[in-house]
């Protein structure tokens, strides 16, 4: 069975400063894997997607994630964060079906 | 174009009394998913559609959930004898492949 962890609940970080939300995957198959913001009391929106090929991938919003398939692992990272990215970070990988399978998400708190 | 929408935003229901939350997906849009987001729990799949296929039922909680998708198009997710752990807010994807999902605002059910 397939699942995710986002080992951090809450990550605070003062403007200006880099971010890194962590996530790590369980799967017996090769996935895609992905990672949503939600701003209060809005829906999902997608930042990133790992489908194949660079294991670099560049997303909205300055983001960029990392897939690393030995330590199964997909690290969100900005070298910069603003007061605007304050919000939730869900981690995801792609089930059997297409359905997502969801981490517990990280809040990030940006403050200045 | 226009996204994901869902609709109604807000629900208030009492304990026992049946609800219909509905979806509309982006047109053009094959597959449609919905989730459940809720403190507990996280995100959860609850069912998914693909096109004129049976859906994938493997989410849903229990046989008081059930969903119909009329047409390919419009989905209705319906709630039969509303329980309090059924508060949460019921999310609706849609995607034109298996691997790429776009989600509406949401609908924020609290049964009381």
């Known amino acids: 069975a397939q699942s995710v962890t986002q080992l951090d609940s809450q990550v605070p970080v003062f403007e200006e400063a880099p971010v890194e939300l962590r996530c790590n995957y369980s799967s017996s198959v090769s996935v895609y894997l992905f990672w949503y913001v939600q701003y209060p009391n809005q829906g999902l929106q997608l930042l990133l997607k790992?489908?194949?090929?660079?294991?670099l991938v560049k997303g909205i919003n300055g983001f960029e994630a990392e897939f690393n398939k030995s330590q199964t692992s997909f690290h969100l990272r900005k070298p910069s964060v603003h007061i605007s990215d304050t919000a939730e970070y869900f981690c995801a990988v792609s089930g059997s079906q297409g359905n997502l399978i969801f981490g517990k998400g990280t809040k990030l708190s940006v403050k200045p | 174009g226009a996204g994901v929408s869902q609709s109604p935003s807000n629900k208030v229901t009492e304990k026992g009394k049946d609800v219909e939350l509905r979806c509309d997906p982006i047109s053009g849009h094959t597959a449609l998913y919905w989730y459940r987001q809720s403190l507990g729990q996280g995100l959860e799949f609850l069912i998914y559609f693909q096109g004129n296929s049976a859906p994938d039922k493997s989410g849903l909680p229990s046989d008081r959930f059930s969903a119909e998708r009329t047409g390919g198009s419009v989905s209705t997710l319906t709630i039969q004898r509303t329980q309090q752990e059924d508060s949460a807010v019921y999310l609706c994807?849609?995607?034109?492949?298996?691997?790429?999902?776009?989600f509406g605002p949401g609908t924020r059910l609290t049964v009381t």
């Open positions: 994807a849609s995607s034109p492949i298996s691997n790429e999902q776009y």
């Open positions: 790992y489908l194949s090929g660079s294991t």
